[in-house]
């Protein structure tokens, strides 16, 4: 587990998925890792969150937010320094802040707060809310989806993040992804 929060000096592009739960995140970062043939940092919450799931029943609490960034910057550390091309993020700490301050009463540890915004990704890809909602054992809010969109919206905006909006069905979206990833990497 990671010590700390921050990022380890990297050479590569990093590309985040951004946007609330059941939002197309994965798929859509799983379907851009296969395309530019790049590492893809899975989000570390999932399986941390369902193993609690699984063994207590519960969903996450506020004491599981600061082992959950530490796990999800242990990930990111380790793979970017496997490349120097571009690397695909399910998920970031900017994320895991803004669930925190959406979850638990506008609070987030100061710690995360602090990586959150110091780190630094050359793209979000924001994800919109205008796909069906997916139960699963994690997901909790399919009531609050417009609500939780504009959260990270407004993160974005708040903290100057660069971003494109991604919205529509997964060949709309990979499209729309594509082609600022190319323009970031100077592809054609």
Avoid at 22 to 46: C, D, M, P
Avoid at 139 to 164: G, S, T, W
Avoid at 170 to 188: C, H, V, Y
Wanted: glycine residues 2%; charged residues 30%; proline residues 4%.
């Amino acid at each position: 587990m990671e010590k700390n929060l921050k990022q380890n000096p990297s050479s590569c592009f990093k590309v985040v998925l951004f946007g609330p739960e059941s939002s197309g995140k994965t798929t859509l970062s799983k379907l851009l890792s296969r395309h530019y043939n790049a590492l893809w940092v899975e989000e570390f919450a999932r399986e941390y969150l369902q193993t609690k799931w699984d063994n207590e029943k519960k969903i996450c609490e506020l004491r599981d937010i600061l082992p959950i960034a530490r796990g999800q910057m242990k990930l990111e550390n380790e793979l970017s320094l496997q490349t120097s091309k571009l690397l695909i993020c399910d998920t970031d700490l900017l994320e895991t802040k803004v669930y925190s301050e959406r979850y638990f009463n506008n609070y987030c540890d100061p710690e995360l707060e602090k990586y959150a915004l110091q780190n630094y990704y050359h793209l979000y890809i924001l994800t919109d809310v205008d796909i069906p909602w997916v139960k699963d054992d994690l997901r909790d809010r399919p009531n609050n989806r417009k609500e939780m969109f504009i959260a990270f919206k407004q993160a974005l905006i708040k903290y100057k993040k660069p971003y494109v909006l991604v919205s529509g069905n997964i060949e709309e979206r990979i499209e729309i992804a594509i082609s600022e990833i190319n323009k970031l990497l100077g592809l054609p």
